[in-house]
T-cell receptor
Framework: GQQVMQIPQYQHVQEGEDFTTYCNSS?????IQWYKQRPGGHPVFLIQ?????EVKKQKRLTFQFGEAKKNSSLHITATQTTDVGTYFC???????????FGTGTRLKVLA | DGGITQSPKYLFRKEGQNVTLSCEQN?????MYWYRQDPGQGLRLIYY???????QKGDIAEGYSVSREKKESFPLTVTSAQKNPTAFYLC????????????FGPGTRLTVT
């Protein structure tokens, strides 16, 4: 079945360093969503990418959708302690109306 | 104040008992979802519903059941047939299926001993 993998599983960075998480799907996606889950909390929607090669920015966060629409990345510039949490990508499952969530990348920011 | 509510936040049950988790939304969303999250893992889809009186199995539906009799409510029953029910359960809704952001409730942490 369809799989959505994320790397790395964990990342510890010093505050001010950059961070990137990568998401890879075994199938071509129509769109991809990114969510953030703070420790002890629930996932919160960040963004959705739809077009091949699309790049979107939200302040220090940059999201990219691959040309083949099978991979995506989230880059955070100059991390802050408020960026701590687990970042999930979610790809739609072709022919269905459900999303397959990636395994997540847990980010820790050391002050 | 619009959103999704789940109750209770923590739930403890003995093995062999069925338990129903509540999920209510006042966002007027058509689609609703149930996910299971295990420690250090991603979200796995249990069931989803595109519209009232309709629902489909997700990837791990065995041992679970749902109903969607009202637009705003999508309760999940964890039956005794679920072999490993202890987990964090998240309910979500979206305006429709396919390309809409999902809004998540605060979750219910179920412990079965």
């Amino acid at each position: 079945g369809q799989q959505v993998m994320q790397i790395p599983q964990y990342q510890h960075v010093q505050e001010g360093e950059d961070f990137t998480t990568y998401c890879n799907s075994s199938t071509t996606l129509s769109n991809i969503q990114w969510y953030k889950q703070r420790p002890g909390g629930h996932p919160v929607f960040l963004i959705q990418l739809v077009k091949s090669g699309e790049v979107k920015k939200q302040k220090r966060l940059t999201f990219q959708f691959g040309e083949a629409k099978k991979n995506s990345s989230l880059h955070i510039t100059a991390t802050q302690t408020t960026d701590v949490g687990t970042y999930f990508c979610a790809g739609d499952s072709p022919g269905t109306y459900k999303y397959i969530f990636g395994t997540g990348t847990r980010l820790k920011v050391l002050a | 104040d619009g959103g999704i509510t789940q109750s209770p936040k923590y739930l403890f049950r003995k093995e062999g008992q069925n338990v129903t988790l509540s999920c209510e939304q006042n966002l007027n969303h058509d689609a609703m979802y149930w996910y299971r999250q295990d420690p250090g893992q991603g979200l796995r889809l249990i069931y989803y519903s595109q519209i009232v009186n309709d629902f489909q199995k997700g990837d791990i539906a065995e041992g679970y059941s749902v109903s969607r009799e009202k637009k705003e409510s999508f309760p999940l029953t964890v039956t005794s047939a679920q072999k490993n029910p202890t987990a964090f359960y998240l309910c979500a809704s979206s305006a429709a299926t396919g390309g809409y952001e999902q809004y998540f409730g605060p979750g219910t942490r179920l412990t079965v001993t």
